[in-house]
């Protein structure tokens, strides 16, 4: 399955990073509670989590780990959804950019 891999630099502490996503992640679950079905997510460590979820038919699932430096995001997409690929990049790092700053 091919690949979205994101890294987004910032110039905060990682623990403030990861505070400032958890947080995000909280009002994204809220405004597409009634677009994101079957949502799982885990968080693997304190700077990590691992997600899965179903938006618009296509099966998403993948990562998010808060750095030093920067956020890496990975998600699996399905091959049908590639098309997308530039939109959904462009809007992860339109986030990130509102929230890291």
Do not use: C
């Not at 460590?45 to 430096?69: C, D, P, R, T």
């Amino acid at each position: 399955m091919p690949k979205l891999d994101i890294t987004f630099p910032h110039n905060l502490n990682q623990d403030e990073a990861t505070k400032r996503l958890k947080i995000k992640e909280a009002e994204i679950k809220e405004k597409h509670i009634y677009t994101v079905t079957n949502l799982q997510e885990t968080w693997t460590s304190s700077n990590a989590m691992e997600f899965s979820f179903k938006i618009y038919g296509f099966s998403l699932k993948g990562s998010v780990e808060s750095l030093e430096q920067a956020v890496q995001i990975i998600i699996d997409l399905p091959v049908a959804a590639m098309l997308l690929r530039g939109t959904i990049e462009s809007e992860i790092k339109k986030e990130l950019s509102q929230v890291l700053k």
